[in-house]
Nanobody, 120 residues
Framework: QVQLVESGGGLVQAGGSLRLSCTAS????????MGWYRQVSDFQRDLVAT???????NYADSVKGRFTISRDNAENTVYLQMSSLKHEDTARYFC??????????????WGTGTLVTVSS
């Protein structure tokens, strides 16, 4: 079974920075796509950024130029560097990974999230 564990959330003032981390553990052959999504209260979970196993990244328009997604394949970890944070970035941030087993079957996994709160 695969687990995704996020860390790095917290309280920060507007204009500040945070770095989120997500590490995959368990039994798997390879990690394909990884990404970050965020959710405010009971609203839908929206894409923030994704990165594929070739290093190609995509970002939501609202975070372009402020957030950077990266991955360390040796550590099975994806990062989200957040700078120039705004109050509107306040949300619970979830890690997602598309993971393949040795039979080349892929599965989607979610972490349980880490809370980011940006004060005014």
């Amino acid at each position: 079974q695969v687990q995704l564990v996020e860390s790095g959330g917290g309280l920060v003032q507007a204009g500040g920075s945070l770095r989120l981390s997500c590490t995959a553990s368990g039994s798997f052959f390879s990690i394909k796509d990884m990404g970050w999504y965020r959710q405010v209260s009971d609203f839908q979970r929206d894409l923030v950024a994704t990165i594929d196993n070739g290093g190609i990244a995509n970002y939501a328009d609202s975070v372009k130029g402020r957030f950077t997604i990266s991955r360390d394949n040796a550590e099975n970890t994806v990062y989200l560097q957040m700078s120039s944070l705004k109050h509107e970035d306040t949300a619970r941030y979830f890690c997602k990974a598309i993971i393949a087993n040795r039979d080349s079957l892929t599965f989607r996994y979610w972490g349980t999230g880490t809370l980011v709160t940006v004060s005014s």
